[in-house]
C-alpha cells in the first residue's frame, strides 16, 4: 500500500484522506491475498470463479453510450455486488449544488473527461459509503479511465476481469442522441430506433426503441451533455486515450472484448454467454419461479 500512496503523492496533490479512504475501502471490498488471480498466457482469459464462492472485482470499459451502465447493472443483480459507476457519481455531485457542482457542469457540458482528483474524491465517497454497508467486490463503471488511474487501481487491489463493449461510432452516436430522462423518477428510456445494415463482413445491429410508460412521457428529458458536439468530442477524447487502456489489460490478459450484437434482447444472452454465466443465470430464474 506504501508504493500505491508513493504514486498517489507523485502524480497528484490529492488530499491523503481520499487516498486513504480509497485504500481501505477497496482493501476491504478486495479479496484476500491469497486468492488472487494467476496470471495467464497472453490472449487467453482467466476461467470464471464460480460467482457463488467469491466476490467477484470487475472493470467495464467502452465508449460514452455504448451501455456500460445497463449491463453492469444487470450483472451487479445477478452477481449481489455493487456497480459503481463514476458517472452517476458525478452526475449526483452536480445534481447536489456541492462545491463541485459548478466546476463539473462545466467540464460535461464541453465533454470533457473529469480530472483525476474529482473522480478519486467521488470514488472514495462511494467506496466510504458502501464499505459502512458491508459492501463485498464491485463492477466499476467508467473507472479507470487513463492509465495512470489504472495502475493505481492495481496497486491497491487486483482486478479479475476487464469487459470492453464495443459499437461502431454512428450507431454509438445515435444511441447517445436517443436518449431521455424522466426528471421525476430519474429512469433512464431511449427514442431511437437502430437498424444498422451488415456489409463488408460486418453483422448487422439492430437496436428497438427503449420506451418508458405512460406516466412519464410528459417528463421526459435530454441530457445537457447529449449534444452531436458534446458527443463527438466525448468519443473522440475516449477513443485517443482508450487504446492504451485497453493494451494495458490486454498484456495482463484480463480483456474481453464484447461487441455488442444489438440491444438488450439480443445482447445480454450473449454476454451471459462469453461470461460464462449462462447457467448460473438460469439457476436464479428456476429458483426463483
Known amino acids: 500500500m506504501a508504493a500505491m500512496k ?10 491523503s484522506s ?17 486468492t488472487k488471480s494467476p496470471s495467464y498466457p497472453l490472449g487467453s482469459l482467466p476461467p ?14 467502452g465508449c460514452p453510450g455504448v451501455g456500460k451502465g445497463t449491463y453492469a447493472s444487470r450483472l451487479s443483480s445477478l452477481l449481489a455486488v455493487p456497480h459503481i459507476a463514476t458517472g452517476d457519481l458525478v452526475r449526483e455531485e452536480l445534481s447536489s449544488n456541492g462545491p463541485l457542482s459548478h466546476q463539473l457542469a462545466e ?4 465533454g470533457k473527461l473529469v480530472s483525476d482528483e474529482i473522480i478519486i474524491n467521488l470514488l472514495s465517497k462511494r467506496l466510504e459509503a458502501g464499505e459502512a454497508k458491508g459492501e463485498s467486490g464491485f463492477i466499476l463503471d467508467g473507472f479507470p479511465r487513463t492509465i495512470r488511474q489504472a495502475e493505481i487501481l492495481d496497486e491497491v487491489t487486483d482486478i479479475d476481469l476487464v469487459v ?26 431511449n427514442v431511437a430506433s437502430i437498424n ?28 445537457s451533455d447529449d449534444t452531436e458536439a458534446v458527443v463527438k468530442e466525448r468519443l473522440r477524447i475516449y477513443n485517443e486515450k482508450s487504446q492504451p487502456l ?3 489489460y490486454r498484456n495482463q490478459a484480463k480483456l474481453l472484448e464484447f461487441d455488442l450484437p444489438g440491444g438488450i434482447p439480443e445482447s445480454w444472452p450473449k454476454l451471459l454467454e462469453a461470461l460464462n454465466l449462462l447457467d448460473y443465470h438460469e439457476e436464479k430464474q428456476s429458483a426463483a419461479a
Open 6 to 15: 508513493r504514486l498517489f503523492l507523485k502524480a497528484s496533490p490529492l488530499p
Open 18 to 34: 481520499a487516498i486513504n479512504c480509497l485504500k481501505r475501502c477497496i482493501s476491504t471490498a478486495a479479496v484476500s491475498e491469497t
Open 48 to 61: 470464471r470463479s464460480d460467482p457463488k464462492l467469491r466476490n467477484v472485482q470487475w472493470v467495464f470499459l
Open 107 to 110: 467540464i460535461v457540458n464541453q
Open 164 to 189: 470492453n463493449l464495443k459499437l461502431p461510432e454512428s450507431v454509438l452516436i445515435e444511441k447517445c442522441l436517443g436518449r431521455r430522462i424522466c426528471s421525476e423518477c430519474g429512469k433512464n428510456f
Open 196 to 223: 444498422v445494415k451488415g456489409e463488408n463482413g460486418n453483422p448487422g445491429i439492430s437496436m428497438a426503441p427503449l420506451p418508458s410508460p405512460p406516466q412519464c412521457v410528459s417528463k421526459l428529458i435530454t441530457r
Open 246 to 248: 485497453e493494451d494495458f
